[in-house]
């Protein structure tokens, strides 16, 4: 019996995923081209300060960068967050590495933000999505299947890039920022969770949704706060905060179920 509600169960997955690949080929057919144009690389607050070009663009990056570091570094100790495997705390690493890699990449691309220096400010931010999301995928679905969804992630951002670069096409980017912000609030209620404070992955969607409003309204928000700071930059403030809710995550959660 418990035999046939384990394959039930692998079916219904298998499924779930198969409707999934099938509605983002739909979405990618039905999507046009979105190319590159000179607006991206124009944001509200462009100031000068002390020879540093874009000033508050690239300095409100190092927050991030003191984080990243800080995660990586507790994440291979062992003995600080609770995470129950080996191949669970490589991911979670391999996540912080990549949110240690958006500070320096998008600091770089911020110094002078054109087309050929954007590729390092979003390829390390896929990178680091592709981490978080399979490492959601392990805690709730199983390990081998993170695994898999890391490395065919990782496989998609770099066609992303590539496709970025080659055929001035931004929608496998734009697009693979957009449905781990989906996917994640849908799974926490679909999947049974292995640890404890599951809300806390909740939370931290709702901040990325935050960041991505106040780099939208980008300038709307410089004029609101009387040309103190952009909503660029606070996009970037607000970033920090994710994977700080995370981090809180990992030190306060206990182990729920075992995952095989």
Not at 166 to 181: T, V
Request: positive net charge; aromatic residues 14%.
């Amino acid at each position: 019996m418990v035999w046939m509600n384990h394959q039930l169960l692998r079916v219904k997955q298998t499924r779930m995923w198969v409707a999934a690949f099938i509605c983002w080929l739909c979405l990618m057919s039905a999507t046009p081209r979105i190319p590159h144009s000179p607006k991206h690389h124009v944001f509200g607050d462009m100031r000068n300060f002390l020879g540093v070009p874009n000033t508050l663009n690239v300095i409100t990056n190092y927050p991030l960068l003191v984080v990243g570091v800080l995660g990586f570094v507790l994440c291979l100790s062992g003995n600080f967050f609770v995470i129950s495997s080996r191949a669970e705390v490589l991911v979670w690493a391999l996540y912080y590495a990549g949110m240690t890699s958006v500070a320096f990449g998008s600091s770089y691309y911020h110094l002078k933000p054109d087309d050929n220096r954007v590729i390092w400010d979003t390829l390390p931010i896929m990178i680091a999505y592709s981490s978080l999301f399979a490492i959601f995928i392990m805690e709730r679905v199983g390990e081998m299947i993170g695994l898999i969804c890391l490395f065919a992630l990782n496989l998609v951002a770099l066609i992303g890039a590539a496709c970025d670069r080659a055929f001035n096409d931004l929608r496998l980017c734009l697009m693979f920022q957009l449905i781990p912000a989906i996917a994640i609030p849908a799974m926490t209620f679909m999947f049974t969770p292995k640890y404890t404070h599951s809300r806390y992955w909740l939370w931290a969607t709702g901040v990325y949704l935050l960041a991505k409003f106040e780099y939208v309204a980008d300038y709307k928000i410089y004029q609101a706060s009387r040309y103190l700071i952009s909503g660029h930059s606070l996009e970037h403030l607000c970033s920090v905060i994710f994977p700080i809710l995370l981090a809180l995550m990992l030190l306060f959660r206990r182990s729920k179920t075992p995952r095989y």
